[in-house]
């Protein structure tokens, strides 16, 4: 593995890969708009504010609450493509990641059920006429909700990086996992959800408010992305020192080296734009520059997670069951199936805007 990611594996192994990363980063990007947004709206609870209008009323507030439902349904949706690939490329470590978490595993469907359905009681207006220890405590119990999903499949991922480590979880139920280990990475993931979030929260923003109106939430919006961006960047730095020296050296070597450049390229866009809209204010070809830098960090960090991974793993066991994998067919299936998904999404997105347009 001394060639950068993915051209040093066989055709197949290189395929699955590359589609795996790249539906995760799409299913990532939904997901981060979903587990920071839950972890604003609860925020906004907890601490309202002292001024004449709380942060539960606020223009951000109010388009959290009414695009987490849509969010957290594309979120999964987008989810089912990664889901199916992680199938393909990493078959026995993936379904023996799912048995060794047991109960865990089984409750995080039914989870996000009751989280589906407690982001439309949000919205209602009903909800808003509720007590402040009524509001606050389900505002707080729907972030929890998504917290707790981050780390099931956070040690989904790392059970299956562990074969050695299955004989001592199945004999003693527990996960047998390092709990700074599993803290980095919950930091990483749940800091680097702030920008992501800010970001397409930013875009969202009504163009029909006035200038201060605007510009308070856009100084709203850059202090949670830089603070997102600080605890994601260090945990980051800390992982990193701690890591094996074979996961340490494919991160920095070939493999993953001009990818770990590309997420802190990513990251320092983000930084130093979100710290100008915060001196400044904001304008729209900021918007356009951060999603950049915003996708180059999403696509870096995702793909050095597959590196971690990786150096963990028997390749000529998983490259011969992906050449086994590639000659069953099935890809004008799921290309079509793609379109058509993709296409609904969009209609949904155009009809909830207008929808939301004519309510002003």
Same mark, same amino acid.
């Given at each position: *593995? ?6 040093? %594996? ?10 795996? $990363? ?20 609860? @925020? ?15 223009? /951000? ?5 009414? @695009? ?26 993936? =379904? ?6 047991? @109960? ?12 589906? =359905?407690?982001?439309?009681? $949000?919205?209602?207006? &009903?909800?808003?006429?509720?007590? %402040? ?24 991922? +790392?059970? !299956? *990086? ?17 709990? *700074? ?26 163009? !029909? ?13 850059? &202090? ?6 600080? +605890?994601?960047? /260090? ?18 070597? !070939?493999?993953?080296?001009? =990818? ?7 990251? /320092? ?10 001196? &400044?204010?904001? &304008? ?48 004008? $299936?799921?290309?079509? *199936? #793609? ?10 997105? $155009? ?5 939301? #347009?004519?309510?002003?």
């Amino acid at each position: *593995m001394e060639t950068l990611f993915p051209f040093g %594996f066989p055709t197949p192994t290189a395929f699955y890969l590359t589609l795996y $990363v790249l539906t995760f980063v799409l299913h990532q990007a939904l997901m981060h708009y979903v587990l920071a947004g839950s972890g604003y709206l609860a @925020w906004c609870n907890l601490v309202p504010g002292d001024g004449e209008t709380p942060r539960t009323a606020q223009p /951000l507030a109010k388009i959290l609450r009414d @695009w987490m439902p849509f969010a957290l349904s594309a979120a999964i949706t987008a989810g089912v493509a990664p889901l199916l690939f992680v199938q393909i490329v990493y078959p026995t470590e993936f =379904y023996t990641a799912n048995l060794l978490l047991w @109960w865990r595993w089984m409750i995080v469907i039914p989870v996000l059920i009751v989280v589906f =359905y407690l982001l439309y009681l $949000v919205k209602t207006r &009903r909800y808003s006429e509720w007590s %402040f220890l009524a509001r606050t405590s389900i505002a707080v119990f729907v972030s929890a909700c998504f917290l707790f999903v981050g780390f099931c499949w956070t040690a989904n991922h +790392l059970i !299956s *990086m562990h074969p050695d480590k299955w004989p001592g979880i199945y004999e003693t139920g527990r996960t047998e996992l390092s709990n *700074m280990e599993v803290l980095l990475r919950m930091l990483i993931w749940t800091g680097g959800a702030f920008p992501t979030m800010c970001l397409m929260a930013a875009w969202q923003l009504p163009p !029909s408010s006035t200038d201060s109106q605007i510009r308070l939430e856009e100084w709203r919006l850059a &202090r949670a992305a830089l603070g997102g961006l600080f +605890l994601a960047t /260090l945990a980051g730095i800390v992982y990193l020192v701690r890591l094996d020296d074979l996961s340490r050296g494919l991160i920095l070597g !070939s493999l993953g080296g001009p =990818y770990l450049g590309i997420t802190i390229l990513g990251l /320092l866009v983000q930084g130093g734009l979100w710290f100008l809209i915060l001196q &400044r204010g904001g &304008r729209p070809v900021y918007r356009v520059i951060l999603s950049g830098g915003c996708t180059l960090a999403l696509v870096g960090a995702s793909v050095l997670r597959e590196t971690i991974r990786l150096a963990h793993l028997d390749l000529e066991k998983l490259a011969s069951h992906h050449e086994q994998a590639a000659d069953i067919g099935g890809w004008l $299936v799921f290309l079509v *199936m #793609a379109v058509v998904n993709v296409a609904v999404i969009g209609v949904c997105v $155009v009809m909830v805007r207008r929808g939301l #347009a004519s309510q002003e």
